[in-house]
Structure formats: structure tokens, C-alpha cells
């Protein structure tokens, strides 16, 4: 009975920041890899940055890179997306998605188990 929620979307103005937190409620096992994708109207879905359960393994998407900052607190079963510089380009529904059994961060959406049902983040110029 996993669920991940996320919450801290909203407007906020280019060159600003936002902190995203998801919380994984339920039964959880180790090795999880958690990660956030985000969705555009009219576009796939996109990875943006995943962290393995030891924390030590971050990869984030080149378009994110040097901006968010992706972290976890497995005590807490939350993972959290520090954004920074945005851009109007960073406007989508972001997801938290997690799998398990994972070492290293996948970037295709197909291959992760568990997801949240998004947060908007809207970024105006």
C-alpha cells in the first residue's frame, strides 16, 4: 500500500525558487530509488533528477543541472526538490515516482513502480 504525495507546487517568478517534498506513506523497503519526472501540456513525460536510497547517487537531467537540487530523508520517507533560477521553461506537473531493487537512477518513466499524482509548478516571466 505505497503512496507517494507531493506538495510545495505554485506560482513563482523567473529567477525565483521552490521547494518541492514528497512523503512515501506506507510499507517501504530499502534500496528505492526515488526520483521526480515532470509533464508539460502537450509533451512526454520527462525525468528531472532521482537519488538512490543510500543518498550518495544523484542524477539530474542537463536541463536541471547547476538549479535543483534532489535530496532524501529515508527516516522520514520523504525525498525533496530544492529548484532554483527558474524558468518559465521549468513550468509543468512534477511527479514523484520511486522503484525499488534499483542501484542506480533510471530516467525512463516506464521502468519506476510507484508515483504521486503531480504538483503544479507554474514559473511567469
Known amino acids: 500500500q505505497a503512496q507517494l504525495v507531493e506538495s510545495g507546487g505554485g506560482l513563482v517568478q523567473a529567477g525565483g525558487s521552490l521547494r518541492l517534498s514528497c512523503a512515501f506513506s506506507?510499507?517501504?523497503?530499502?534500496?528505492?530509488?526515488m526520483a521526480w519526472f515532470r509533464q508539460a501540456p502537450g509533451k512526454e513525460r520527462e525525468f528531472v533528477a532521482g537519488?538512490?536510497?543510500?543518498?550518495?547517487?544523484?542524477r539530474y537531467a542537463d536541463s536541471v543541472k547547476g538549479r535543483f537540487t534532489i535530496s532524501r530523508d529515508n527516516r522520514k520517507n520523504t525525498v525533496s526538490l530544492q529548484m532554483n533560477s527558474l524558468h518559465a521553461e521549468d513550468t509543468a506537473i512534477y511527479y514523484c515516482a520511486a522503484i525499488a531493487t534499483r542501484f542506480v537512477v533510471p530516467v525512463d518513466a516506464s521502468e519506476y513502480s510507484y508515483w504521486g499524482q503531480g504538483t503544479q509548478v507554474t514559473v511567469s516571466s
Open positions: 537519488v538512490t536510497w543510500g543518498g550518495g547517487g544523484t
Open positions: 506506507g510499507r517501504t523497503v530499502s534500496d528505492y530509488v
